[in-house]
Every structure is written in C-alpha cells, then in structure tokens.
C-alpha cells in the first residue's frame, strides 16, 4: 500500500525528516508514536502533499505510484485521507454542503457520477446514526462552535464518507475525553477493513487499547528509533521517551 | 410645428449629411452625433415623443449639470471622463450589426455562460445574437403581462409610462433622486433613454418576482437606465435588477438612476446582481458604473429591502438608500461586494431616520482579491424626530492575497438620544489551513475558494430569491477564477 524509502523533509528550510523507512500493508494499522517535535504531524502533511513541506531526498510509493507527481487533491482523490489534529473552522460553510462538495469532487476525480442530494443525504444518514451526529451539528458551518468532541466525529464522519485506502489520523485522542474517545476510536475502528490501511499518530498509548494497532513505531529527531508489535506501546507508556530519545531534548 | 420636433428637424438637417447614421432616418439604427448639448437633448425627447414638462426637467438637470463637478470623495482612481466624446441617443441597434451566431461572440463570455449552466438560446440573447423567432420569451412575457394587468400591476418601459401613465410619473419621477442629486444622477436625468417603471396599486401583493430578465429583448436600455418603482399604501412587490449572466456591452460609463416609492405598509425587496465586465488583468476596458439608487419610505409602517450581488464592472460608485420617513419603518441592505484583478469599489448605503421607531439593518460583505481594492462607504443618521430610532451595522472584509485593499468608512450621526446605533466590523482573511484543509479532502483551489468565500457571504446571498441565489453562488466562484494559489 505504501513505501516510504530514505525520506528527508524541510520545513522552512529546517530539516525535520532525517531519514525515514517505512512500509505498511493493505489492511494494516500502524500507529507512530513519539515526543512532541520528534516530526510526527510533518509527516502526515508530508504524505498528504502540503505546501511548505519540501520533500529532499527519499521516496513515497503509493499502491504502485510515485506519491511526488500528485497534488493535494490528487492524492485525496487516490484515496488518501487526512484526519486533522486541529480541524479548521470554515465559517458559513455548512458541514452538509462541504461533505456533499467533497465527496462529490473526489467521486468526479474517480471517475464516478456525482450524487444528487437525495442519495448523498441517505448515504449521509447511515453514517451520522452511527457516529452520533445530530442535524444541529451538520447545519453549522464546518467545526465552527464544535466542541473537541464534535470535531473528530465529524472527522471521522468525512473519513466514513471519502471511504479512502489510506487514512493517517493525527493525534485524533487530543483533546479528547474518555466518552469521546471510545465514540471515535469506535467509528475508526468499524471502518477498519482488508483493502484500508492506516497510520495513527499519537503521544499516548490510551488511544492504541481502543484502535489496536498491528504495528508500532516510535518516532524520534525526524527517524523511526524502534519498531514492534502493539506490545511496543505498552513498553513506552512504562519507561517513556527517554530511552529513544537519546541524549538530547526533544525540540 | 410644436418647439420639439421643430429643433429636431433642425438638428437633423444640421447633421443629417455629415453622419452615416444621422438621426432623421427611421431605420433600426440610429445614433445621435457624439456629444451633449441641448439639441441634443431635445431630439432624445422629441425621439420618446415626450411631454414638454418632461423635456423641460431634462433641460432644467442639463443646465445644473453644467454647474456641477464630478465627485472625487470615493476611494476610486479612473481616467477622467470625456464627456463630449460619448453617444447619448442610439437606438436599439439592428439585428444583422449583432453577430450572426455564437460563433463569433467572444469565447471568455460563452465560458461564463456555460459554468453558470445558461441554456444555449439565453445565451444567443444574452450574448445579442440575432434570434428571429423571438422563442420562448415572448409567450413568458406575455402571459406574464396579462397576469399582471389582472392584479392592477403596471410594469412597462417608462418612455410607455410616460405616454401611457404621465400622471403617475410626473407625481413620482425625481421625488426621490430630484433632478438635481448628484453629478451622475443629474446627468442621468438629462439623458436617460430608458428603464423600467413599476406601479403597484393600494393592497395588491404582486403574483410574481419583476425581473427586468424579461424585458432582455425589448430596447437597448443603454447606459442612462431610469427606473421608478411606486409600491402603493399595503402593496408587496420583488423586483430582479439584472442578471447573474454578463451582457454584451459596448458602452463604458453607465450612471442609472433607481428611485423607490413606498407609502403606508407597503414593502419593496429589491435585488441586483450585477456583472458587468470587469475589465482584463491588466485593467482595460471594463465598465464604469456610477450609479444612485434611493427608496422613500414615505409611508407608515413601510420597509424597503436592498440586496446586491456585485461581481462586475472595472469601477463601482454606488449605495443604494433609504430614507425612513414614515413612523416605523424599516431599511434593510445586504452587500456582497466582490473585486478582482485591478477592479475598484466604493459601495454602501445610506440609513436616514427621519421618522418615529425607526430601524435599519445593514450587512455588507467585501471580498477583495488580486490588486483589487474595495470600500464600503455608508452613513447612518437619526434625525432629531428619529425617537426610538435603531441601526445595526455589520461589515465583514475579506482579503484573499496580500497585494489588494479592503476599507470600512462608516458615517454615523445621531441627533437623537433615544436612538440606538450598533456597528460591528471585522477583516480576515482566507487562511492557507482553510485551503489545505479543502484539498485534502479533494477539492481543488478555485472549488476551495468558492466554497469558502459563498460561505462568508452566507448572510447576504440567502437574502436573494431562490432561483438568483443558485446562479450568484457559481458568479461567485467564477469572479474570483485566478486569485486561489
């Protein structure tokens, strides 16, 4: 599903990337874990193509293609979805019409026929009961007003909707309480399957006793510093960063 | 031989040989000599075969207008205007001067046509191909007439009006906008060639939205538009100013006049779209649109609504007014007010609160992008009988880029102590996080755009009538074509 090989990113001209190999199955979950500035939201926003993260050096292959060619919404498109940390507040911009925008625009992107708004409110439906989300919620402008709760349903509910093969979920536990976080990792978890694959960023081990992951890594200065099964998260949650994190501070 | 005609004919033996199109001929073309004077006047008069009260306002503007200079306060920079060098009579022109099919009409504007989804024969009338069998309009206006002859709506031409409804015009033309208002407003009332007139009579709620859409293949209302809409005591009429399509245009200043009536209880929503060509990138060519729009609320318990989508024109002047006379009544403007490229706009509104429990609301969005720079300009003002009088203001810009301007200029004045004035302002601007966010859920730049920029116009945009709501939110994503990145 994807090859990540030798990869160094700048940001601002700042190397945070130092180097990372990386290769997750179809049907894998890989969780990163890792200290503040060890470079785990860099690269989520490597992957998903953002401006101002400069890859130099390394590789990404994506299901067979060089992930360098394809812009943001390309790369979405291909199916490769980022779930935020801190999702954006876009004013006025109900979160019906922005779900039905995107799917749509992906769907066009594929190939596929565009939904009318009839079916994108039935196929809208069966996910919102699940992920508890009230009409209230989709009538607001997108995350405007949402609680920390809130927020990532609604991530998740877009995860549900764009169904892509690879999703990254950046420190989706942040902000979170411990009901919140069982709904989430709940909706995560149904969406797991053998064809999708993804990749868990978090600080803590609490989110990985609800999305068990198949494997784990632990991120430090821009490098993966060790690699386990689920049993790794455990470790850390005991000793800490410290033993991977040699030496110096974390930035 | 009654005074007009006669200095008619005498101007047209003048000029008949020394202009092709000389103005005696009574072809489908016509075209008065290049300039303003009052022979010039006369013949666009005698050409409406108006009554002498008529051509003697005319006259009595033109002489102020002489006097008057061209205002500079607005936040716009444009060459100065030659006056002398413009037609003011051209009749509508000929159907073989048009182009003959779609093929030849310029590829930009089809491009428009075709993302705002205009069936293919509105596109051959928008674009002023010569259409023979006049389709489908004709029976829309038709049918749409004697609808509203059999609610008592009077809604023509007004060089019909005045010939067929002088008492009514004559009681209501210039009580609103008077003759001698303002440089444009006074020019307009010299020249104007054409409009719309609009009477809705004691009670009546008018069966339909009024579009000047339906009035597309009827004169050439050139560049002096006049329009007089009289909402009688209990009446409630909509009115369409334009549409969301741009037209083919080949002149450069246009300075309209709108003046609204309103007497007791009776209510006038009325919106505009406006798209005029804006110019090219490097700011040539594009429309100057000067313009002056006011509705009276003379009566008790009156409201007036303004709502304008304005995406076009190279320079806007213009702020749509009212005057609350009547106790209790209310004044509302909703703007949308998008630039782009080099395009500037210094628009807004005028709330006067004259009358007793008084309120306005105004919430004006500015969207500026590219060079563009844009202002809103508006005055608040609770006269010393204004008791009770209330304004709520919000204006919210948005800058996309980091080379375009955004300017809130609001006049407040308050000779009343029991009155309540309220403004808030806010400037933002389009951040990368919102973009990044869009596209990586697979929108591209321009849908992100759109979609972000729909969303903060919001407020307004909800304000128009369905059907013109769905159209302004595509106009909005096209004007701003280029600025995403």
Not at chain 2, 23 to 50: H, M
Request: aromatic share 8%; hydrophobic share 35%; charged share 25%.
């Amino acid at each position: 599903m994807l090859e990540i090989k030798g990869l160094h990113a700048d940001v601002d001209g700042k190397e945070i990337l130092k180097g990372i190999d990386l290769s997750i199955g179809e049907g894998e979950v890989h969780a990163i874990m890792g200290p503040n500035g060890s470079g785990k939201s860099t690269l989520s926003y490597v992957l998903s193509g953002r401006d101002g993260y400069d890859v130099t050096a390394g590789t990404i292959t994506y299901r067979g293609r060089d992930l360098s060619e394809l812009s943001i919404e390309e790369r979405a498109a291909e199916g490769i979805f980022l779930g935020f940390q801190y999702p954006v507040e876009l004013p006025g911009v109900s979160s019906t019409t922005f779900l039905k925008t995107a799917l749509n625009a992906v769907r066009r992107q594929r190939g596929q026929d565009e939904l009318d708004a009839v079916q994108f409110m039935k196929r809208l439906r069966v996910h919102t009961k699940a992920l508890n989300i009230s009409d209230d919620m989709l009538r607001r402008g997108v995350n405007v007003g949402f609680s920390g709760g809130e927020k990532k349903r609604n991530e998740i509910l877009q995860m549900a909707l764009l169904e892509p093969h690879f999703a990254v979920l950046d420190e989706t536990d942040s902000g979170l309480d411990i009901d919140a976080l069982k709904v989430v990792a709940e909706g995560v978890n149904a969406l797991r399957g053998p064809k999708r694959s993804m990749l868990v960023i978090t600080h803590y081990q609490r989110l990985l006793d609800y999305i068990v992951p198949d494997y784990v890594h632990v991120l430090a200065h821009g490098r993966i510093a060790r690699s386990g099964g689920k049993e790794l998260a455990l470790e850390l949650e005991e000793k800490g960063y410290g033993a991977f994190v040699s030496g110096t501070e974390a930035a | 031989m009654s005074y007009t005609s006669e200095t008619a004919d005498q101007v047209s033996s003048i000029a008949g040989d020394k202009y092709k199109y000389g103005f005696v001929t009574d072809i489908d073309t016509e075209l008065a000599p290049k300039g303003l004077n009052e022979d010039i006047i006369r013949f666009i008069s005698a050409k409406k075969e108006e009554p002498e009260w008529l051509l003697e306002w005319r006259l009595r503007a033109y002489r102020r207008w002489l006097q008057m200079e061209e205002p500079s306060w607005a936040k716009v920079e444009y060459p100065e205007i030659d006056f002398q060098d413009a037609y003011y009579y051209a009749a509508p022109k000929s159907k073989e001067d048009g182009p003959k099919s779609l093929d030849e009409v310029d590829p930009e504007l089809l491009r428009t046509y075709e993302k705002l989804g205009i069936p293919l024969h509105e596109q051959q009338m928008l674009a002023g191909v010569a259409v023979d069998a006049v389709f489908d309009s004709v029976s829309v206006a038709t049918t749409f007439r004697k609808e509203l002859a059999k609610a008592g709506v009077i809604f023509c031409p007004i060089s019909e009006a005045v010939r067929e409804h002088p008492e009514l015009v004559q009681k209501y033309l210039g009580s609103v906008v008077p003759y001698s208002d303002n440089f444009y407003a006074t020019l307009n009332s010299a020249v104007f060639t054409d409009g719309s007139f609009v009477y809705i009579p004691k009670g009546v709620r008018c069966p339909m939205e009024l579009s000047t859409y339906f009035r597309i293949n009827q004169a050439n209302t050139g560049q002096f538009e006049r329009t007089l809409i009289v909402a009688d005591e209990g009446s409630y009429v909509s009115y369409l100013e334009g549409c969301t399509a741009p037209q083919r245009d080949e002149n450069q200043l246009h300075a309209a006049v709108v003046e609204l009536v309103l007497l007791d209880d009776a209510e006038i929503k009325y919106s505009t779209v406006q798209n005029w060509y804006p110019g090219d990138e490097n700011g040539n060519g594009g429309i100057y649109n000067f313009v002056t729009k006011r509705a009276a609320c003379r009566g008790r318990n009156s409201k007036v609504s303004w709502t304008q989508v304005e995406t076009g024109s190279a320079v806007t002047w213009k702020y749509p007014s009212c005057i609350l006379q009547g106790d209790n009544s209310i004044g509302e403007f909703y703007s949308v007010a998008i630039t782009n490229n080099l395009q500037q706009a210094d628009t807004g509104t005028k709330m006067i609160h004259i009358g007793e429990n008084t309120s306005s609301t105004i919430i004006a969005k500015g969207i500026s992008a590219g060079r563009s720079q844009s202002t809103y300009r508006g005055l608040v003002r609770m006269q010393p009988g204004a008791k009770g009088g209330r304004n709520y203001t919000q204006c919210d810009s948005l800058l996309i880029g980091d080379k375009c301007g955004a300017h809130t200029v609001p006049y407040i004045e308050n000779r009343n102590r029991t009155a309540q004035i309220e403004h808030e302002a806010t400037t933002a601007k389009i951040s990368e996080d919102q973009l990044f966010y869009c596209r990586q859920r697979g929108l591209s730049d321009e849908e992100a755009l759109s979609m972000i920029v729909n969303g903060f116009c919001k407020q307004v945009l909800q304000e128009l009538p369905m059907e013109f709501a769905v159209e302004a939110q595509k106009l909005v994503g096209i004007s701003l074509e280029g600025s995403a990145g």
